[in-house]
């Protein structure tokens, strides 16, 4: 079992562009794959649960003992990458639509896959998958304030607090605690052991499930979007150069150790458009281009990682 998850986590970006690619030709030849869509929240709860699953308690402990690495992680992600954002959006057309798909995947930080390429980027992974609770938590707080400062009163016609209530619930809460429930069984039972064993065979194949069930119901969108789509492109490159940079810098000059420091790095340039994209769904209108612009910036990001897994990685290696 050891082989097959080892075997899984070697060979994770070949499974997950497979899923994308599978996707795609799937959406394109299969009429109504859009009908999908309400596989996304199901498949986002289960991919949580089995993430959430992974982070021991020793590790989780780790994180909020290594206070320098989450205030640098939150700092970050929270006050340097918005910044950031503020200066790229004016690049971003006028459009409610298109300006709000920006903002909602540029400023919530990614909880999945980063934990993945930061492994691969020579990060300290296990830091930042026990931090990914308190990423997910504080991005659904702070994004609605967020949403209204940079979109003003288009902010409250747009965006509503129930879907941030309901994926507080169902993508944070829920998994999070039968992830705890599930250890708490696999501490004292045997058969509790053998089941989280075996869901920790489940992550790779979750993320990827969930990349398809994205993919697949929205490439269809794609087409009817595809101006407002290209048009953003060049702001994700932009950030997917400036965000690691600043990442970077803020970890190191808290004095963060290369490898912590590195994790930051790729916490800033990735984001969670998987988990932000029900957020999107549910907005009056968002078809077709709120859907289009997030996953757009889902495309531009699994390319930039693969850079980011060979640029990061030489990162403070002097010291």
């Known amino acids: 079992m050891q082989q097959l998850r080892d075997a899984l986590e070697g060979r994770q970006i070949v499974i997950y562009f497979c899923a994308v690619a599978l996707a795609a030709v799937v959406a394109l030849l299969v009429p109504a794959t859009s009908a999908l869509e309400s596989l996304i929240n199901p498949a986002l709860a289960l991919m949580l649960y089995v993430t959430f699953l992974q982070v021991p308690m020793a590790e989780l402990r780790r994180a909020f003992v290594h206070f320098r690495f989450l205030a640098a992680l939150l700092a970050a992600n929270f006050t340097v990458v918005p910044l950031l954002v503020a200066g790229l959006i004016w690049l971003v057309p006028a459009e409610p639509m298109i300006r709000l798909g920006v903002l909602l995947v540029l400023l919530a930080p990614c909880i999945d896959y980063v934990v993945t390429f930061a492994h691969l980027g020579q990060a300290d992974a296990r830091l930042l998958l026990a931090a990914t609770p308190v990423l997910l938590f504080v991005q659904m707080v702070v994004l609605p304030g967020y949403l209204a400062a940079f979109l003003g009163s288009d902010a409250a016609q747009m965006v509503k607090a129930g879907p941030f209530l309901h994926a507080f619930l169902w993508l944070i809460v829920v998994p999070l605690l ?142």
């Open 178 to 319: 039968f992830a705890a429930a599930t250890r708490f069984w696999a501490a004292r039972r045997r058969a509790g052991e053998r089941v989280a064993s075996l869901l920790g065979l489940i992550p790779v194949p979750a993320t990827a499930l969930v990349l398809f069930v994205v993919v697949a119901s929205v490439v269809p969108q794609l087409g009817l979007a595809g101006g407002a789509a290209w048009r953003v492109v060049p702001v994700y490159a932009a950030f997917a150069v400036l965000a690691p940079s600043l990442g970077w810098t803020v970890a190191r000059l808290v004095r963060l150790e290369p490898a912590a420091a590195r994790a930051v790095a790729f916490s800033a340039g990735t984001r969670n458009s998987l988990v932000v994209l029900p957020l999107a769904l549910a907005v009056p209108g968002a078809m077709p281009v709120l859907p289009a612009v997030i996953v757009t910036q889902t495309l531009v990001e699994l390319v930039s990682e693969l850079v980011y897994v060979r640029v990061i990685s030489r990162l403070g290696r002097s010291r």
